[in-house]
């Protein structure tokens, strides 16, 4: 790392002075644009490359599967020349037969291909000239990449201006849509004809052979077109294809139109009810009637607006529940000591009581918590004292967690690991119940890793000492 660089990746412990003009800041913003810029290019330039590389390999064993049937099925358009070599030398052999007299009696004059022929070969064409533009494309579409990534000469702040300026070409002309979307899709148009084509052939074939492949066909279409189905009504959804993609844009388009659609039927509603209003006043229980039905049909319209304007299908996770995925994630992955650590720290700062509560009632997470515990006081027991602070620092942290957890929205019973709050309760001389000494050396330790006087003092804080007090009472 360069002097510059080093710099530049300083912590912050001031607000830096603002510049006189944009980007006059010594380097600093353009420093760290640079960097994202770089990596956001590499991303895109390296994941299009790749589905490319992908696509052509594919979209060449297609046409060459295709071409096999053109292969077979295109000779059946046109009579067979060996049908009438072989007429002809049958009249040889018998001698005096005289039903071939002239070129219309031959079998190739007299020839009418199957009617179903036809549609087979249009479709096995078409799915190959599919296989052939996507190829044809996707070499297109690496060229293209090629020049996305092309460093032209000059300065930095040259380099830079024109690379934003192609990155914003980019999105204006659909380049990743072009090469993630439109291509796929014409490959998979393509499979999906010459499925299509291939059941015809076959029938012609074997009907009942047909029937059998039909079933298959149908079923690995049906998957396909749940999956984008499920990636439509989840946009998270793993299952993405250029399918999913068109019906979420055309779901989106719809909004608009769904929210017109009810507003327009509240209009026509309230036009009525007016025009009925004026011609009969007579009748107040009626209109009295119809007024709340308005009221209602208008909270049902505003409830819809809202509704459809905000998100169509799945409701996406909020920003609490992405907090406890995080969490969960480093958790119950991470072996790195430093990001455990600032993972327990964190949960500590969260306050949201339903978050806590998911965390608390996962039985895996809130194991892995006194595991590490367990394992980082083991360490800081055995170790000598020049290498204890890692894990004395560790077991404070988890030891916090567990406490802020379980004291937070739970109970002192909570904080006993899962395989063994069954065994919490014991039974005692006292009409009482009490916990076991083992659980209450435990709790002690964990408050004394914690510090609870200092950092996370809670009202169930005299319950640690109060179950101490009952398990060696006073005279003990």
């Not at 479709?123 to 579409?141: E, K, R, Y």
């Not at 319209?301 to 995080?326: F, H, P, Q, W």
């Amino acid at each position: 790392m360069n002097t510059t660089a080093y710099a530049f990746e300083q912590p912050i412990t001031e607000r830096p002075e603002i510049p006189a003009r944009f980007g006059e800041d010594g380097g600093k913003f353009y420093y760290y644009y640079d960097q994202l810029a770089d990596e956001l290019d590499e991303d895109l330039t390296k994941r299009l490359k790749s589905q490319l590389d992908g696509l052509l390999i594919f979209a060449g064993l297609f046409a060459g599967v295709n071409s096999a049937f053109l292969a077979l099925t295109l000779p059946m358009m046109t009579a067979d020349p060996a049908n009438d070599t072989n007429a002809l030398l049958l009249q040889l052999v018998k001698g005096g037969n005289t039903t071939i007299n002239s070129e219309a009696d031959l079998p190739s004059a007299t020839f009418s291909p199957p009617p179903a022929i036809y549609p087979v070969n249009i479709l096995f064409a078409v799915s190959l000239t599919c296989a052939l533009m996507s190829s044809f494309l996707a070499v297109l579409g690496q060229q293209w990449l090629v020049y996305y990534r092309k460093r032209s000469g000059g300065g930095a702040a040259h380099q830079r201006k024109e690379q934003l300026r192609r990155q914003l070409g980019a999105q204006r002309w659909g380049l990743e849509l072009v090469l993630d979307d439109i291509l796929p899709g014409l490959l998979q148009i393509g499979l999906v004809i010459f499925c299509i084509s291939f059941l015809l052939y076959l029938h012609i074939l074997n009907a009942s052979m047909s029937s059998s492949i039909a079933g298959i066909v149908g079923a690995a279409l049906a998957v396909t077109v749940g999956a984008a189905l499920c990636a439509t009504w989840d946009r998270m959804c793993p299952y993405q294809s250029p399918l999913s993609h068109l019906l979420c844009w055309a779901m989106d388009r719809m909004k608009s139109v769904a929210v017109a659609i009810v507003w327009l039927f509240i209009f026509l509603k309230a036009y009525l009810y007016g025009f009925l209003r004026t011609r009969g006043r007579r009748a107040g229980q009626r209109i009295q009637a119809r007024e709340s039905s308005g009221h209602h049909l208008w909270r049902l319209a505003e409830e819809v607006t809202y509704r459809t304007v905000m998100r169509v299908g799945r409701k996406e996770e909020s920003a609490n529940d992405l907090i406890v995925a995080t969490v969960k994630r480093v958790i119950l992955t991470s072996e790195h000591t430093a990001a455990l650590i600032h993972a327990a720290t964190n949960i500590c700062a969260i306050d949201d009581k339903a978050s806590l509560q998911q965390l608390l009632n996962d039985p895996a997470f809130f194991d892995r918590l006194h595991d590490l515990f367990s394992t980082f006081w083991e360490s800081a027991q055995s170790l000598p004292t020049q290498l204890r602070p890692v894990p004395n620092a560790a077991a404070k942290a988890f030891a916090t967690a567990i406490l802020h957890l379980g004291l937070s929205v739970g109970t002192i019973m909570d904080l006993a690991p899962s395989k063994d709050r069954a065994l919490v309760i014991q039974t005692s001389h006292h009409v009482q119940a009490v916990l076991s000494e083992e659980l209450v050396w435990y709790f002690l330790d964990l408050a004394v890793f914690a510090e609870l006087e200092e950092d996370l003092w809670d009202g169930d804080l005299k319950g640690v000492y109060t179950m101490i007090l009952e398990t060696y009472p006073s005279g003990a």
